[in-house]
């Protein structure tokens, strides 16, 4: 019975994310369009994170495309060798989204992979990264970039609003 409640919460939750919480498709930023295999990455991610959140009885983030710019810029950064692979200049990010939006926790998560599921898996696999995922956040947004080598950096803040 338990497993047929979670499958079937799970399904809501996808509605939802679907209809309500569902990260953009398209469209440009202050950087210029995104590639289209960075915003699928990017929708993966975002899709993942919140279904593994509703198995383990956490409400779903909701997309934010402010805080996916912050992330996006990171991820483009890294991609171009601009900036070191991990957490660099994070609190300036947070600063920027601070401006906009009144916050009391935020975090991030940084992994580079293949692809967006190799990405998630390692994520859910790390304590810390996976103790991100389950935190009490309301708002989220990710960002994609791939190297000339073909590696995809992803780049998820998640925080708190007041």
Known sequence: MRVLFLVFSLAVSLACIGGVAQ????GSSAR???PSSSLEAEQELFDRVNAYRVTKGLTILHWSDLIAEQARGHSRDMASGAAPRGHAGFEARVAEIRKHIPISAWAENVVGERN????????????????????????TGVGAATDSQGLLYLTQIFVKSK
């Open 116 to 139: 967006a599921d190799e990405a998630f898996g390692r994520l859910v696999e790390s304590r810390s990264h996976r103790r991100n995922l389950e935190r009490d956040f309301d708002l």
């Open 23 to 26: 990260a953009p498709r398209g």
């Open 32 to 34: 210029g369009a995104e």
